[in-house]
Each structure stands twice: as structure tokens, then as C-alpha cells.
């Protein structure tokens, strides 16, 4: 399924979060390397150094790249790196450990459940494991129970932390799905209309970019509303919804705008092939439709457009379609109208 405009607002927070971490790692990165190298341990304030250099490069492009994940992943996984380094490198008294417990906070932050599990395994464990071999090498400055305490405040702020994005990025799905999905029919609404119709025209192979549109509206809705009330004209567009769903295929998107108007997105079609699924549409609806009871004869009328060819914008392609839509309506509805009058 395609990431939505709203889905987009996902990579936003975490862009703004990277932001933040990246400032502080160059920040207090740049004190490391000062500190170590006049310390004498200039091959870990190399090491550091080469990371405040990458922070700047992420820095200036985390902005606009869309590979985010990947370069929240490499810059995450050299931070992790220096600090295994540092703790293997330097006393236990320096206290370089605590930086042990960012690693869950930030895994999770930048990179989500997933991925945020495979990097807390790595290298917390990677941490902790470092610190009971200077243990059991007798290191005099490290008391047992200050590697069991590391330990377990580690697994506290893993647990946490876990947790947090858990469930933030539970509320977050639903939140998306409630604002994308049409509550009465279940079909996409049009809040998803243009994100869809811009995954399309850039993931279709050149040799098939072609998107066929249709505008479905049902004819004489306001009637039936009148006639036998709102809540059987909701079960007429539940109804007409269900039968658009067994028409499309599986690759084909459903809209319902507002209303009684309905819009699909066909990928991969020919002109002659957008007309053809219109019709099957069409006549699906075209039978009377039982409900509670009563038969309810509905139809709709259909106007087709076709990208490239009608338009190289949404709005172009709608408009075409809303026209032909609007000619089906004026010669007698129950129609489908995929070319404009001579």
C-alpha cells in the first residue's frame, strides 16, 4: 500500500528527531575529540572526529533525502560503534558506559519497532558483554554490582522505550487509518486521492504508465433519501460500495469523494480497457438492490479520463472526468461517457 501524505507526517517527526540527535552528537562529539586527543588517545578522537564529520554531512541532507531510514541507520551504527569502542578503550571511572543507555531511547525513536529491536540487541548486548570481560579481567575499578546495576537499568529503559513506541506508533497507524478511511463504506476517501494517484504515475514502469479514472456518481440519489430516508440511503451506498470492491481488481483503487460519488484509480490500462471495467461497474449496479425488504432500483453514471492523455495533473484528469460525468447526466443518465462530445 502506498504512504500517504498523512503517512508522510511519520517521516516528519522522525526527521525532527534525527535533527535534534545529530546537533547534540556533533555538540558533544566535538568535546570528545578535544578532550581524547589531548588525553592521548588519538585514535579513539580519530574515530570520534570521522563521526562529528558524518553527523554534518546527515546534517545537511537529512532534511530532503528520501532514504531517512538508511542514513538514520548508518549514523546510528557509527555513534554505537565509538561507544563500544570507548568503553573497551577507556577506564570504567570515565563513566563512557552511560552513554550505553541512549541506545534503546534513540534506536527506537529513529528507526521504529523493527528495526530499533535489531539495533538494541546488537549493541546493548554488545555493551554489557564488554563490561563483564573488564570484570572478569579483575578490573579493580569495576565492582560486580556496578555491572549488574548497568545491566538492569539497561533492560529498564529497553522495556520502556519499547513500549513508548509501541503503543505511539499503534495510536499513530489507527489516527491515519480513521482520517484516510470513509466510516460508512470502508473505502479510501479523498484525502488519499492525490498521494494515491502521485504513487501511481511514479511507480509504473515506462512501458505501462497509464492511469484510467473513473467519477461513478448514482443517479437520483436525493429520491431515495426522501423517499425511504437516510439510513436506507446509507445501505444503498454501502451496498454500491461492496459491488464496486468485487469489480476492481486487486491492483485498482476505490474512493468514495462525498456524497453519492464514488472515483477509481485503474493502473495499467488502455483507454478501450478504463471503459470496459466503467461498463462492468455499471451493469453490477444497474440491478435492483433489496434492502430491508424493498427493491430500490439504482443506477449511476460514469465519466472516464485517462493519464496521460486527458491530463498530466489530478486536477486536469478530474476535470475531464467531471465533464463527462456531467454530459452522461445531461443525455440520460445510467451511462458511461469516456470521450468528450464532437
Not at 93 to 100: G, R, S
Not at 189 to 202: G, Q
Not at 307 to 317: E, I, M, S, V, Y
Request: glycine content about 6%.
Amino acid at each position: 500500500m502506498s504512504k500517504s501524505h498523512l503517512w508522510a507526517k511519520e517521516l516528519e517527526y522522525r526527521r525532527t528527531v534525527l535533527n535534534v540527535v545529530l546537533r547534540v552528537i556533533i555538540f558533544s562529539g566535538s568535546v570528545f575529540v578535544i578532550n581524547n586527543w589531548f588525553e592521548g588517545l588519538k585514535v579513539l578522537a580519530l574515530i570520534e572526529l570521522a563521526v562529528v564529520l558524518l553527523s554534518i554531512g546527515i546534517l545537511c541532507i537529512h532534511r530532503k533525502t528520501p532514504h531517512l531510514t538508511f542514513w538514520a541507520s548508518v549514523f546510528l551504527f557509527s555513534v554505537y560503534a565509538v561507544i563500544l569502542v570507548g568503553i573497551y578503550l577507556v577506564p570504567f571511572i570515565a563513566a563512557l558506559f552511560t552513554w550505553l543507555f541512549l541506545i534503546p531511547v534513540l534506536s527506537y525513536l529513529l528507526l521504529g519497532i523493527a528495526l530499533g529491536n535489531v539495533f538494541t540487541s546488537v549493541f546493548v548486548v554488545a555493551g554489557v558483554a564488554i563490561l563483564f570481560n573488564d570484570q572478569f579481567s579483575a578490573s579493580p575499578a569495576m565492582p560486580p554490582i556496578s555491572v549488574a546495576n548497568i545491566g538492569l537499568c539497561l533492560s529498564a529503559i529497553w522495556a520502556l522505550s519499547y513500549t513508548y513506541e509501541y503503543k505511539r506508533a499503534a495510536v499513530v497507524k489507527r489516527l491515519q487509518q480513521m482520517a484516510a478511511i470513509d466510516p460508512l463504506t470502508g473505502l479510501n476517501n479523498r484525502l488519499l486521492l492525490e498521494s494515491i494517484f502521485d504513487m501511481l504515475c511514479e511507480s509504473l514502469p515506462e512501458k505501462q504508465k497509464s492511469v484510467s479514472m473513473l467519477l461513478i456518481d448514482l443517479d437520483h440519489f436525493k429520491t431515495v433519501n426522501d423517499k425511504y430516508g437516510h439510513d436506507v440511503g446509507d445501505k444503498v451506498l454501502i451496498n454500491v460500495s461492496s459491488l464496486i470492491n468485487d469489480v476492481r481488481r486487486r491492483n485498482d483503487w476505490a474512493f468514495r469523494l462525498g456524497g453519492e460519488e464514488f472515483c477509481m484509480l485503474i493502473p495499467d490500462t488502455s483507454e478501450c480497457q478504463g471503459i470496459q471495467i466503467a461498463e462492468r461497474i455499471r451493469s453490477a449496479i444497474e440491478k435492483t438492490i433489496p434492502i430491508d425488504g424493498v427493491a430500490i432500483n439504482i443506477t449511476v453514471t460514469i465519466g472516464v479520463s485517462h493519464w496521460p492523455a486527458d491530463g498530466k495533473t489530478l486536477n486536469q484528469l478530474y476535470k475531464v472526468a467531471d465533464n463527462r460525468l456531467y454530459e452522461g447526466k445531461k443525455n440520460g443518465r445510467n451511462k458511461v461517457i469516456a470521450r468528450d462530445p464532437e
